[in-house]
């Protein structure tokens, strides 16, 4: 079946550094993407939502400056952490929708941890 | 705006038992309502959708009901297994293919 890969799984990096997480469909075409992010023992929040070839709509009191959001192709979304800060660590993870909007995929997820 | 809340946050039971995890969401028009499991430090496992229109859906020991109207979903799951230990995420679908999650239920199966 349809898989949604994330890289990496898992980083650290120090305050002020940017992270750049790559999110794959490997034999879909994700024409939309969705970026989460999951703070300890609370649920996924919505971040932003792209579209191939489009600029990424950003939910309120998320910083679009801060959380670069890429999707060139229907098969790579990336979302690079600018500057990134303590605060900024959490599970992000990536949703893939294939053509109709009823198939999604889940990525497994990237942990990250700024010191 | 839709908001979506699970209950109880944790659940303990002992090995065997039977089981319900509580949600309820705010606005009733939706698309579908989705059950996932998460591991710690994991993704999302899909486990039942059920589409607007339907009253449940079953997968093996699991059982998820949908009362649209109420705006309430409950997830069964039959003669636990420690191995059922993870958290649980229900999460409904409304325009533009958006998913509202809740925060979950840990639960835990002891053996």
């Known amino acids: 079946g349809a898989v949604v890969s994330q890289h990496p799984s898992w980083v650290i990096c120090k305050s002020g550094t940017s992270v750049k997480i790559e999110c794959r469909s490997l034999?879909?075409?994700?024409?939309?993407m969705f970026w989460y992010r999951q703070f300890p023992k609370q649920s996924l929040m919505l971040m932003a939502t792209?579209?191939?070839?489009?600029?990424?709509?950003?939910e309120q009191g998320v910083e679009k400056d801060k959380f670069l959001i890429n999707h060139a192709s229907l098969t790579l979304s990336t979302l690079t952490v600018t500057s990134a800060h303590p605060e900024d660590s959490s599970f992000y993870i990536c949703?893939?929708?294939?053509?109709?909007?009823?198939?999604?995929?889940f990525g497994p997820g990237t942990r990250l941890t700024v010191l | 705006k839709q908001e979506v809340t699970q209950i109880p946050a944790a659940l303990s039971v002992p090995e065997g038992e039977n089981l319900v995890l509580n949600c309820s969401f705010t606005?009733?028009?939706?698309?579908?309502l989705q059950w996932f499991r998460q591991d710690p430090g994991k993704g999302l496992t899909s486990l039942l959708l059920?589409?607007?229109?339907?009253r449940e859906q079953t997968s093996g020991r699991l059982n998820a009901s949908l009362d649209k109207s109420s705006g309430r979903s409950t997830l069964y799951i039959a003669a636990s297994q420690p191995g059922d230990s993870a958290t649980y995420l229900c999460?409904?679908?409304?325009?533009?293919?958006?998913?509202?999650f809740g925060e979950g239920t840990q639960l835990t199966v002891n053996p």
């Open positions: 792209s579209n191939e070839g489009s600029k990424a709509t950003y």
């Open positions: 949703r893939g929708l294939a053509g109709g909007r009823d198939t999604q995929y």
């Open positions: 999460a409904v679908k409304t325009s533009g293919s958006r998913l509202t």
């Open positions: 059920i589409q607007s229109s339907q």
């Open positions: 606005d009733s028009a939706i698309y579908n």
């Open positions: 034999d879909f075409q994700a024409t939309t």
